[in-house]
């Protein structure tokens, strides 16, 4: 798994598990999970909704609802992060690690100005006086390309449109130039047009600023324009690691070339219905028996409804965990 | 009174300028259309070009501040209210957050029985039953499930009862506004693919309302493409996605994420001259122009002083644009259209 010689991951995730206390007992919502994210790496996770993708990275940030119980090891630069008081991870949260979130209006405050929200980050992680603060906030949103940038610091997030409110969002996560941004379904809520916008703001800070970066989304098609690598995960667990590059010209996991076949585009001139996936995703908090992906797999077979296939490489720097891997 | 550009045979539904206004601010211009029989009307646009508003108003769920919406021989905006309700049971409505759309604290079974019990009060409770069952199982759920709650199901399974209750009296047409813009791309195809398969086996027409025309186009037969407010192309499917006439139907095409078309790790070039580009304006525009023109990378000086009206391109295919005939002839048709907006 280590891809970049001796140098110190900038996230790394052991063995986590997350589970939560719930009446009937507790449900799991993340299954022995392990991935690293080297410095300057762009990381994809892809999965359905309950695939446990959100949570991996809400246990990593301390942020699991109260019911909510992470264990294994999540290591941050080195250091231990997973369990952390809340004062010792607020003083890393929204300054070497920072995260932004589906819907950038409920991510914003609403009833303070733009400006105010920015420059505070600088204020209180940064000990930045009130001005430079303020000066700083403009400059990151020129960085993120929101259009008149000393007229927006003045406005409220309601008088921003969501392309512009998710800007914002991204300009605050740099504000202190983290060493990692996870970034959790970012465009999913906005038009395609904005989302491309989006996409291209990421992606030229993935070649300007030296920080790792997770991308978590629903949508390959997303996820690849961007990703270096990309992990799919299906009911809690990593079911393929590999290069995206990999990926996209030959995905070993049945799930994930299924994934790849679902993204809605405009190459195939005469396809009338619209791929998709049989069934639902199985989320937290169903009895394991075999492969979790079977009951939708059209590869299974008895070995799979028994027996549940181990993560292993099947080759460089590519893992899968399934019994009959397409192209070996 | 504008006619529709394109001339559609059977039709069910005329649209005659329709305008809204929220305010200053005029939601919807002039939109004139029609919709035949069993016949599937993408719309498209972006957030802000009046899509959703277009859908409420063609219900009457919001004032219209001018125009005609004739369906079956009544102008829904003018009829009294009785009869209005009385072609409700054939106009039925989904919408993009399955779960929100249903009421939490009644079962999926009591969820599909309201439209039966208010439009056939004299249906015996075992009739009922049996055709809540029936349409649960038409929708690709269990029987059973008419016994649980709305929370008790997946996003993709509340947009099927939310279809369910939908065609619970087989309606005419059926106005999906962003029905799947919410789900998991994994299964939105299995929503598309459901509704597909109801309008073959029913003839209900279907008004398909997305920004994504990847997904649009599996379903469309005709496709308009909106822009603040108005109709800036109207094409049958084929005509459209082979030859797309309008600069801003060139960048919604391009918009949609395609994962072999950009190669991992590498910058595209010249970033700013894709549809990457710019937002709709918000606000109330008042053009003395084209709506798109600050936008349009081909704008002109025409551009600036007149309202581009839709204008034939083919039999099947209209747009509202000054420069579509020197665009057809550009060599690529996927060079991009748009650029960084000016400053208002």
Same mark, same amino acid.
């Given at each position: 798994m280590?891809?970049?010689?001796?140098?110190?991951?900038?996230?790394?995730?052991e063995n986590?598990?997350?589970?939560?206390a719930?009446?009937?007992?507790?449900?799991?919502?993340v299954?022995?999970?392990s991935?690293?994210?080297a410095?300057?790496?762009?990381?994809?996770i892809v999965?359905?909704s309950?695939s446990?993708?959100? @949570?991996?990275f809400?246990a990593?940030?301390?942020?699991?609802?109260?019911n909510?119980?992470?264990?294994?090891?999540?290591?941050f630069?080195?250091?231990?992060?997973?369990?952390?008081?809340?004062?010792a991870?607020?003083r890393?949260?929204?300054?070497?690690?920072?995260?932004?979130?589906?819907d950038?209006?409920?991510s914003?405050?609403?009833?303070?100005k733009?400006?105010?929200?920015?420059a505070e980050v600088?204020v209180?992680h940064?000990?930045?006086s009130?001005?430079?603060?303020?000066?700083?906030?403009?400059l990151?949103?020129e960085?993120?390309?929101v259009?008149?940038?000393q007229?927006?610091?003045q406005? &409220?997030p309601?008088?921003?449109?969501?392309?512009?409110r @998710?800007r914002?969002?991204?300009?605050m996560?740099?504000?202190?130039?983290?060493?990692?941004?996870?970034?959790?379904?970012?465009?999913?809520a906005?038009?395609?047009?904005v989302?491309?916008?989006i996409?291209?703001?990421?992606?030229?800070?993935?070649?300007?600023?030296?920080?790792?970066?997770?991308?978590?989304?629903?949508?390959?098609?997303?996820?690849?324009?961007l990703?270096d690598?990309?992990?799919v995960? &299906?009911a809690?667990?990593v079911?393929?690691?590999?290069?995206a590059?990999?990926v996209?010209?030959r995905?070993?996991?049945?799930?994930?070339?299924l994934?790849?076949?679902?993204?809605?585009?405009?190459?195939?001139?005469?396809?009338?219905?619209?791929?998709?996936?049989?069934?639902?995703? %199985?989320?937290?908090?169903? +009895?394991?028996?075999?492969?979790a992906f079977a009951p939708?797999?059209?590869r299974?077979t008895?070995?799979?409804r028994?027996e549940?296939?181990p993560?292993?490489?099947?080759h460089?720097?590519? +893992?899968v965990?399934c019994?009959h891997?397409l192209?070996p | 009174?504008?006619?529709?550009?394109?001339a559609?045979n059977d039709s069910l539904?005329?649209?005659?300028?329709l305008?809204v206004n929220?305010?200053a601010f005029?939601?919807?211009?002039?939109?004139?259309?029609?919709?035949g029989a069993?016949e599937?009307?993408?719309l498209?646009?972006e957030s802000?070009?009046?899509k959703s508003?277009?859908?409420?108003?063609?219900?009457?769920?919001?004032?219209?501040?001018?125009?005609?919406v004739?369906?079956?021989g009544v102008?829904? %905006?003018?009829?009294d209210s009785?009869?209005?309700?009385?072609?409700?049971r054939?106009?039925?409505?989904?919408?993009?957050?399955p779960l929100?759309s249903?009421?939490?604290?009644m079962?999926?079974?009591?969820?599909?029985?309201?439209?039966?019990?208010?439009?056939?009060?004299?249906?015996?409770a075992?009739?009922?039953?049996a055709?809540?069952?029936?349409?649960?199982?038409?929708?690709g759920?269990?029987?059973?499930?008419a016994?649980?709650?709305p929370?008790?199901?997946?996003g993709?399974?509340?947009?099927?009862i939310?279809?369910?209750?939908?065609m619970m009296?087989?309606?005419?047409l059926l106005?999906c506004d962003?029905?799947?813009?919410?789900l998991? =791309?994994s299964?939105?195809g299995?929503?598309?693919?459901?509704?597909?398969?109801?309008?073959q086996?029913f003839g209900?027409?279907?008004?398909?309302?997305?920004h994504?025309?990847?997904? =649009?186009?599996?379903?469309?037969?005709?496709?308009?493409v909106?822009?603040?407010g108005?109709i800036?192309?109207?094409a049958?499917?084929d005509?459209?996605?082979?030859?797309p !006439?309008?600069?801003y139907?060139?960048?919604?095409?391009?918009?949609?994420p395609?994962?072999t078309?950009?190669?991992?790790g590498?910058?595209r070039v010249?970033?700013?001259?894709?549809a990457a580009?710019g937002?709709?304006p918000?606000?109330s525009?008042d053009?003395?122009?084209?709506?798109?023109?600050?936008?349009?990378? &081909?704008?002109?000086g025409i551009?600036?002083?007149?309202i581009?009206r839709?204008e034939?391109?083919?039999?099947?295919?209209?747009v509202a644009?000054?420069r579509?005939r020197?665009? !057809?002839t550009?060599p690529?048709?996927?060079?991009?259209?748009?650029?960084?907006p000016?400053?208002a």
């Amino acid at each position: 798994m280590m891809q970049h010689g001796i140098s110190v991951p900038t996230l790394g995730v052991e063995n986590l598990q997350v589970t939560y206390a719930v009446a009937g007992g507790p449900v799991s919502a993340v299954r022995d999970v392990s991935l690293t994210v080297a410095p300057r790496e762009c990381l994809g996770i892809v999965g359905e909704s309950g695939s446990g993708k959100t @949570q991996v990275f809400m246990a990593a940030m301390g942020l699991l609802a109260v019911n909510g119980r992470a264990s294994g090891s999540v290591r941050f630069d080195g250091r231990e992060i997973l369990g952390l008081a809340p004062e010792a991870l607020n003083r890393i949260r929204g300054s070497e690690l920072t995260m932004i979130f589906q819907d950038p209006m409920s991510s914003l405050t609403p009833h303070l100005k733009i400006g105010v929200q920015l420059a505070e980050v600088l204020v209180t992680h940064r000990g930045f006086s009130w001005r430079d603060a303020m000066h700083a906030a403009g400059l990151i949103l020129e960085r993120v390309r929101v259009p008149e940038p000393q007229r927006r610091l003045q406005q &409220y997030p309601y008088e921003l449109s969501g392309g512009m409110r @998710q800007r914002v969002m991204i300009g605050m996560s740099l504000l202190c130039e983290p060493k990692l941004l996870i970034a959790d379904e970012p465009t999913s809520a906005l038009d395609v047009t904005v989302q491309s916008q989006i996409m291209d703001v990421l992606r030229e800070l993935r070649f300007e600023a030296a920080m790792a970066m997770i991308l978590i989304s629903h949508d390959l098609g997303v996820v690849a324009g961007l990703a270096d690598r990309i992990i799919v995960m &299906y009911a809690g667990r990593v079911v393929e690691d590999a290069p995206a590059s990999e990926v996209l010209q030959r995905a070993h996991h049945p799930y994930t070339a299924l994934l790849l076949e679902c993204v809605p585009n405009l190459r195939d001139a005469r396809l009338e219905r619209m791929p998709c996936l049989p069934g639902q995703a %199985l989320g937290a908090g169903m +009895q394991e028996l075999g492969c979790a992906f079977a009951p939708r797999c059209p590869r299974a077979t008895e070995l799979c409804r028994l027996e549940r296939p181990p993560l292993r490489a099947v080759h460089q720097s590519v +893992q899968v965990a399934c019994h009959h891997p397409l192209s070996p | 009174m504008p006619s529709p550009a394109v001339a559609v045979n059977d039709s069910l539904l005329e649209v005659r300028d329709l305008s809204v206004n929220f305010g200053a601010f005029s939601a919807l211009t002039g939109v004139s259309f029609s919709l035949g029989a069993g016949e599937t009307l993408g719309l498209v646009g972006e957030s802000g070009s009046g899509k959703s508003t277009l859908a409420r108003a063609l219900l009457r769920l919001i004032p219209a501040a001018r125009g005609t919406v004739m369906w079956r021989g009544v102008d829904l %905006l003018s009829c009294d209210s009785a009869t209005l309700r009385r072609q409700r049971r054939d106009l039925q409505m989904i919408f993009q957050d399955p779960l929100g759309s249903l009421n939490p604290r009644m079962t999926v079974g009591e969820a599909l029985a309201e439209p039966l019990e208010i439009f056939e009060p004299g249906l015996a409770a075992r009739d009922r039953q049996a055709r809540i069952e029936e349409m649960l199982e038409r929708v690709g759920l269990v029987r059973d499930a008419a016994r649980r709650y709305p929370h008790e199901f997946s996003g993709g399974q509340c947009q099927r009862i939310g279809i369910a209750r939908a065609m619970m009296l087989r309606p005419k047409l059926l106005v999906c506004d962003e029905p799947v813009s919410s789900l998991d =791309v994994s299964i939105q195809g299995q929503i598309v693919n459901l509704l597909m398969d109801l309008q073959q086996e029913f003839g209900t027409a279907i008004l398909f309302i997305s920004h994504n025309l990847a997904v =649009v186009r599996h379903i469309s037969h005709r496709v308009l493409v909106m822009y603040l407010g108005r109709i800036v192309e109207e094409a049958a499917r084929d005509a459209l996605f082979a030859a797309p !006439a309008h600069p801003y139907t060139r960048a919604l095409l391009e918009a949609v994420p395609d994962p072999t078309r950009a190669p991992a790790g590498i910058p595209r070039v010249a970033d700013d001259n894709l549809a990457a580009a710019g937002e709709p304006p918000v606000g109330s525009a008042d053009p003395s122009g084209c709506v798109f023109r600050n936008r349009c990378r &081909y704008a002109e000086g025409i551009c600036e002083r007149e309202i581009p009206r839709l204008e034939p391109v083919s039999a099947q295919h209209a747009v509202a644009c000054h420069r579509w005939r020197a665009l !057809a002839t550009s060599p690529d048709p996927t060079q991009s259209a748009v650029r960084e907006p000016r400053p208002a």
